[in-house]
Nanobody, 125 residues
Framework: QVQLVESGGGLVQSGGSLRLSCAASGRTFSSNVMGWFRQAPGKEREFVAGINWSVGITDYADFVKGRFTISRDNAENTVYLQMNSLKPEDTAVYYC??????????????????WGQGTQVTVSP
């Protein structure tokens, strides 16, 4: 089992920044890939960014490239999502997730095994 706890969400104006954190505990050695997803009301959960835990390879959805950065702190078992130049359309609940099988970053949320409780990000116009 892997437990994930997100933090750092909140309300920010358009153009502002937020930094999300995801602290992992439990069987963290089984965490091959960690990803950030988001879900807005009435929409499907979508991939935002992912990172390979061991080598640090990253991948991003096109709509966040150049604005968001995913990083990890292996010693702290924590993954971060730095979000800059936020837009109202970034408003959603953001979730971190762990994929235990394989080392490829996948955009399909069904490939991930463990999920945090989510943190709300609201961007005002």
């Amino acid at each position: 089992q892997v437990q994930l706890v997100e933090s750092g969400g909140g309300l920010v104006q358009s153009g502002g920044s937020l930094r999300l954190s995801c602290a992992a505990s439990g069987r963290t050695f089984s965490s091959n890939v960690m990803g950030w997803f988001r879900q807005a009301p009435g929409k499907e959960r979508e991939f935002v960014a992912g990172i390979n835990w061991s080598v640090g390879i990253t991948d991003y959805a096109d709509f966040v490239k150049g604005r968001f950065t995913i990083s990890r702190d292996n010693a702290e078992n924590t993954v971060y999502l730095q979000m800059n130049s936020l837009k109202p359309e970034d408003t959603a609940v953001y979730y971190c997730a762990v994929k235990t099988l394989g080392r490829m970053i996948r955009v399909d949320y069904r490939s991930y095994d463990y999920w945090g409780q989510g943190t709300q990000v609201t961007v005002s116009p």
